[in-house]
């Protein structure tokens, strides 16, 4: 039989005990790490919905001025490999100190060593940019929603090989 994506719909109080379990699964490191960079995207996109997935490959927070992933302006991606903040429409972005790594048609992203690295000057011109270049308008007031969207029932190991 195989396995498949369980589409959900989670905006309940329960999300966020979601959202913890499926970090935990990560070395103590990089659960440090989603956690600090979340806190530091949930202060400079506070109206932005966080779309949720704990993928095959990937675990994924989105941040998306409406609930639909189309609209998702940048992202947490972490992996057993580490974390990494991915620009939807990265391609598109003015990146003049060429931090954006990728060769597709539409993503891009950087590495995250800290939290701190979302605090770079060329780093939140390049979160500002997207959120400018976004179809769609972050919500002027508010708060953003906390929404699970989909949970692969067979995923990659989160953490690094012993």
């Known amino acids: ?4 994506s369980k589409p959900v719909r989670s905006a309940s109080p329960d999300a966020a005990q979601q959202l913890d379990s499926f970090i935990d699964k990560f070395d103590p490191k990089d659960q440090a790490l989603i956690r600090a960079v979340r806190k530091a995207l949930r202060r400079r996109l506070p109206t932005a919905n966080e779309l949720v997935y704990d993928n095959y490959n990937f675990f994924v927070i989105g941040y998306c001025s409406t609930e639909r992933p189309s609209d998702c302006i940048v992202s947490i991606a972490a992996a057993a490999n580490g974390v990494g903040l991915a620009f939807y429409h990265g391609a598109t972005l003015p990146d003049p100190h060429h931090l954006l790594l990728g ?7 950087i590495r995250l060593e800290s939290a701190q690295t979302l605090a770079r000057p060329e780093v939140e011109a ?3 940019a997207a959120v400018a270049q976004n179809k769609v308008p ?5 708060k953003g929603k906390l929404i699970i969207r989909s ?3 067979k995923q990659k190991p989160r953490r690094k090989p012993a």
């Open 103 to 109: 060769s597709g048609s539409q993503n891009r992203f």
């Open 151 to 153: 949970i692969s029932a």
């Open 126 to 128: 390049l979160i500002a």
């Open 138 to 142: 972050l919500p002027a007031s508010g």
């Open 1 to 4: 039989m195989k396995a498949s």
